[in-house]
């Protein structure tokens, strides 16, 4: 199994931190949302990939729930074995698709060079530690607007940790990861 394969063996699927938060909500302290991926792989709904092609394209839907209302946000990402590590490459939502159309149910057939890589989100890297992969990136989406992305994967759940700051000034994020485990 090469290590791109088995990264994304541990991404494919339907994610929930159910537990982590049913356990915050009994100590009273929820600092989490509740929160939801369902990670696919979609290579086989995009056409004209180049020949030899290895990437691997995965849409993730993330649902988040706080205060009784429910967000979703998608995203399409490459993902491709790298001497270093596995690197994630955003890219940007289809077009003809919205943040609350884009879901692999409605994906259909997408050109392969229509595709657009994310201009603002820089790629994130990712290395095998002690049998768990962790790694990511920190992105500036404006002069001001700064977006970290900081991740562990392993057999046993997907940590993930994001914060948004203005002007140095953190607007977005929680003080621990969020944790999924498979659902």
Known sequence: MTSLTHFI??????FSNIEQYNELSRKSKVNVPYAEHVNTVCNHKIVNLPNGFKGIFMLEESYYTLKGTTH?????FLFT????GIRLTSYEIPNGYSKDTFTYNN???VDFNALKPSEAFT???YFLKDGVWEG????MFSPILKFTLWE???QDCLEVTETMEVNGKRTFGYDTPIIYKRT
């Open 72 to 76: 979703g946000a998608p995203h399409l």
């Open 107 to 109: 994906l259909t057939e």
């Open 9 to 14: 063996n541990l991404l494919t699927g339907k």
């Open 152 to 154: 562990r994967f392993s």
């Open 81 to 84: 074995e790298e001497a270093e």
């Open 136 to 139: 990511g990136s920190v992105s």
């Open 123 to 125: 790629p994130a890297m």
